[in-house]
């Protein structure tokens, strides 16, 4: 799997700093420099007809990047100035290709930036460290349409957050791999249409800088193929606990797990039982004693807190724990857990909305992978913090961010269809995290074919095609990475 996770790799800018210097030994700073400009005048191009550009540049490599775009623009016919917010060192890489600009030099100033057709912001990148100042914001503001290399002037590379300001791109041209802060949010809006481009930086850099934040998508995870001696067994068993105040919950998430691939599901209802029995044939209602379901080793996977008030959850989660089973975690663990996220230890999985987060281990605050990260080391289980852009943090700090996903899935039920989507493939035995990253995917590529005005009940007749389609685009990463090698 290190192939595939280097092409998922979300370096943070500190780690791009620290990939940038080791590819520094093998190819100058130069280069990728020019390669980097190159690559910017080439997106502007297929971005827009040729219109009047101002080039914004900062001090730094980001500025000597636009510095370069800015040549290769002028040099395709292009009516283009430069403005500069501060001189770049003397002797730098910067400092260097600013002098081969020979177009004009205009006044870093709103007015100017408001003459332009377009600006490309080359002023700070992703490793941002401090507050854009209120000059700096009111020139990019003034500008009518924007380019951004590397990211918006203004949004953290690590957390997506705007640092004092930031003006909204329609096109951010990045290199090597994406950044956190263009998959997370506000970042994600402001960047507008994101191209990462290949300037020549070594993936072998990889191997030394340690990245463990992905973006989740097929190739990072692999789903598990049934055999032609597969049985309902080998598949996998999914159990729910359910309760009789909310069955709807319990049931939802049982649909999901067998439209993924569950082997057997069943549904442990005690005395709730018989408000069970008139549901999907497929499905087992067992109504005998926990301690008794509990002999069968079969039935590894358990998810506990759909449908469950927190006094039901304390009754049967402690028990499933010392039984050493899987546990998925969600809902109604979290009233039970909240303020006390020691009593989620021993689960394997655990699945909450940020409300629900906050409840149990405080508000994240503005860096979130940070939060998650801590919360999965905490309880040392996976937590899937659910949102705008899921997180699915394991517990020895590996997260992923997912993006593939619609409004829509806002809607009551569809987290506890998540839950059954993700503990079929506890079933199946795939690792928790991984699991975790492909039920999110999976839940995603429904919500997107079920449509804009969807309910819960409509996602579980597209987990087959979702299915499919992450096959399709797994076999295509594989084909990508077979051409490179």
Not at 114 to 123: E, K, P
Not at 233 to 262: E, K, N, W
Request: proline share 6%.
């Amino acid at each position: 799997m290190t192939q595939d996770r280097h092409t998922f790799a979300l370096p943070s800018p500190q780690e791009m700093g620290r990939i940038d210097h080791a590819a520094s030994r093998t190819v100058p700073v130069s280069v990728l420099m020019e390669h980097a400009g190159r690559a910017v005048a080439r997106a502007v191009r297929r971005f827009t007809k040729p219109v009047r550009v101002l080039v914004l540049c900062g001090p730094g490599n980001n500025g000597g990047d636009g510095w370069v775009a800015a040549r290769y623009l002028a040099n395709a016919g292009w009516p283009v100035s430069a403005a500069v917010m501060a001189e770049p060192k003397p002797g730098s890489d910067a400092a260097a290709v600013m002098a081969r600009f020979h177009g004009p030099r205009v006044p870093f100033t709103a007015q100017e930036a408001a003459r332009a057709d377009l600006v490309i912001d080359a002023v700070f990148g992703a490793g941002l460290s401090r507050d854009v100042s209120d000059d700096v914001g009111a020139v990019l503001a003034a500008a009518k349409r924007v380019v951004a290399i590397d990211m918006p002037t203004g949004v953290d590379g690590a957390t997506g957050h705007v640092r004092g300001h930031a003006r909204a791109a329609e096109l951010t041209v990045t290199f090597f791999r994406a950044k956190p802060g263009h998959l997370l949010l506000p970042g994600r809006e402001l960047c507008g249409q994101l191209e990462v481009h290949d300037i020549g930086i070594p993936v072998a850099t990889l191997d030394d800088v340690v990245v463990q934040t992905f973006w989740n998508r097929p190739g990072l995870w692999r789903l598990p193929v049934p055999g032609m001696e597969s049985h309902k067994y080998s598949r996998g068993v999914v159990s729910l606990c359910a309760g009789a105040a909310m069955p709807g919950a319990a049931r939802l998430s049982a649909t999901a797990a067998r439209h993924t691939g569950a082997g057997l599901v069943r549904i442990a209802a005690g005395e709730a039982a018989p408000g069970f029995r008139l549901g999907a044939p497929g499905l087992i209602i067992d109504d005998g004693a926990l301690e008794t379901l509990l002999e069968d080793q079969r039935r590894h996977v358990w998810i506990c807190g759909p449908g469950l008030l927190p006094e039901e959850v304390e009754k049967v989660l402690p028990a499933l724990v010392a039984a050493k089973r899987c546990v998925l975690a969600d809902a109604g663990a979290f009233s039970w857990a909240a303020g006390a996220p020691e009593r989620l230890r021993g689960v394997a999985v655990v699945t909450p909305h940020a409300g629900e987060f906050a409840r149990v281990f405080g508000k994240p605050g503005d860096d979130l992978l940070a939060a998650a990260r801590a919360a999965a080391a905490h309880i040392e289980a996976v937590v899937v913090l659910k949102g705008a852009s899921t997180l699915i943090a394991a517990p020895d700090g590996r997260v992923a961010i997912n993006t593939h996903a619609t409004p829509a899935l806002g809607t009551a039920g569809s987290g506890d269809t998540l839950t059954g989507i993700i503990g079929a493939l506890l079933a199946a035995r795939m690792e928790p995290w991984e699991a975790a990253c492909a039920g999110v995917w999976l839940h995603g590529e429904a919500g997107l074919r079920a449509g804009d005005w969807l309910i819960a009940e409509d996602l579980d007749v597209h987990l087959g095609a979702a299915r499919d389609e992450a096959t399709r685009v797994q076999g295509e990463s594989d084909e990508a990475e077979s051409r490179k090698r």
